[in-house]
Structure formats: structure tokens, C-alpha cells
């Protein structure tokens, strides 16, 4: 089966730094990528890893490890507009959609 | 560019109404998505397009709903009858041909059926 695990809820103080993890087990891998998405918005996408390792983009990382299943995204700086649910999604066999967890909610307080 | 255009942005039904959502994508994206998201969960792939063809649509309830996308641009979804459980959150997205392109998506419809 398919399956993606993120934890569902996480709290940070402003200026700190949080990892969110997220494990997969799907069929086939073709990449996965995190989202950021604000209470009533649209999801926005903020990386994509396809090898394994570390990307980095601003005060976004995110990190791969395909052998383990496995993917976090590190948040540093933290501010309190980054309060919002992050979702993990993995492009399991080529040409087929994306396939998301549940989402992890992030709450910034001051 | 313009984004992913969705209509309407709220409907409220009430139960075994019929419901019509739109969808415009990104001008030149083969590829356009529906997903529903219920409230703290994540989307969940409704339906899925290459061009007007259809790619995927494993996980939805065809004894209710129904997706077209007529000359491989814009899309309905519609739904009839609605049910309670329907209530969610309807995203449309697209991306380009491709495997290393996240999707964008439209802000959404808000379905509640009451």
C-alpha cells in the first residue's frame, strides 16, 4: 500500500528552529516535495527533492533519504507568519499524481 | 502568469442538491488535478488529466460525481447527489508535462453541505 506519516501537530517559539519529519512507503518514488499551506489558502510549493541529500533555499531546508523512506524539513529564523499546516507529498510512479499526508500543523508563538 | 482560476470560492447546498465546481489552469499545463481536502487532512486526488484524457480517476465516487475537461483546458466537477460527508474543501491544480514540476494550485472551492 501507499502510505505517508508526518507528525500532526508542533509548536516553536519565533527564532527557533523546527524539523518536521516525514516518512513514506509508496510504489515507486519520482520525487517529494513539502507545501506550505495557510488556514483557508491554497497549498504553495516550497522544494522538491528527487536524490538524496540536502536542499537548501532560504530559511527552508529539505532533506532525502530514499534507502530510508525518509524526509524532513528544517525551518530556521522562525517567524510567525511560517504558522501554518506543511504537507508532505510524494510522486510515487512516473506520470501519476501526487499523493499527500495529512499534514503537519506548525504554530509560531511569540 | 497567471494562476489557477477556480468558481465559485463558497457554495452551500443542502444534502442530495447538485453542485458545479470550474476550473481554469495555467495556460499551457497539460496536466490538471482535482483534490478534495477535508477539514485536517491533506488533499486527496479525485481525478487527473493529461490534455481532456483521463489518468486517473481510481478514487472517485462515480455513483456521484463526475469531472470533464472539455479541449484539454478548463474543467468542471460536479456532484449529484451531494452528500454530508461531501463537505471539504475542492482544489484544482495543474503543472506542465514533466516529472520534477510541483503542481499550483487555485485557491479552491469551499463545498459545505448541510
Known amino acids: 500500500g501507499q502510505n505517508i506519516d508526518q507528525p500532526t501537530e508542533m509548536t516553536a517559539t519565533e527564532g527557533a528552529i523546527v524539523q518536521i519529519n516525514c516518512t513514506y512507503q509508496t510504489s515507486g518514488f519520482n520525487g517529494l516535495f513539502w507545501y506550505q499551506q495557510h488556514a483557508g489558502e491554497a497549498p504553495t510549493f516550497l522544494s522538491y527533492n528527487v536524490l538524496d541529500g540536502l536542499e537548501e533555499k532560504g530559511r527552508f531546508s529539505s532533506f532525502l533519504s530514499r534507502s530510508k523512506g525518509y524526509s524532513y524539513l528544517l525551518l530556521k529564523e522562525l517567524q510567525m507568519k511560517d504558522s501554518a499546516s506543511y504537507l508532505c507529498a510524494v510522486k510515487g510512479q512516473a506520470g501519476t499524481a501526487l499523493i499527500f499526508g495529512k499534514g503537519t500543523t506548525l504554530s509560531v508563538s511569540s | 502568469e497567471a494562476g489557477v482560476a477556480q468558481s465559485p470560492r463558497y457554495k452551500i447546498i443542502e444534502k442530495r442538491q447538485s453542485v458545479a465546481f470550474w476550473c481554469n489552469p495555467i495556460?499551457?499545463?497539460?496536466?490538471l488535478y482535482w483534490y478534495q481536502q477535508i477539514l485536517g487532512q491533506g488533499p486527496k486526488l479525485l481525478i487527473q488529466?493529461?490534455?481532456?484524457?483521463?489518468?486517473?480517476d481510481s478514487q472517485l465516487p462515480k455513483d456521484r460525481f463526475s469531472a470533464e475537461r472539455l479541449k484539454g483546458v478548463d474543467s468542471t466537477l460536479k456532484i449529484q447527489p451531494a452528500k454530508l460527508e461531501d463537505s471539504a474543501v475542492y482544489l484544482c491544480a495543474s503543472s506542465p508535462d514533466g516529472e520534477f514540476y510541483g503542481y499550483t494550485f487555485g485557491s479552491g472551492t469551499r463545498l459545505t453541505v448541510v
Open positions: 495556460s499551457g499545463h497539460a496536466t
Open positions: 488529466f493529461q490534455n481532456n484524457g483521463v489518468v486517473d
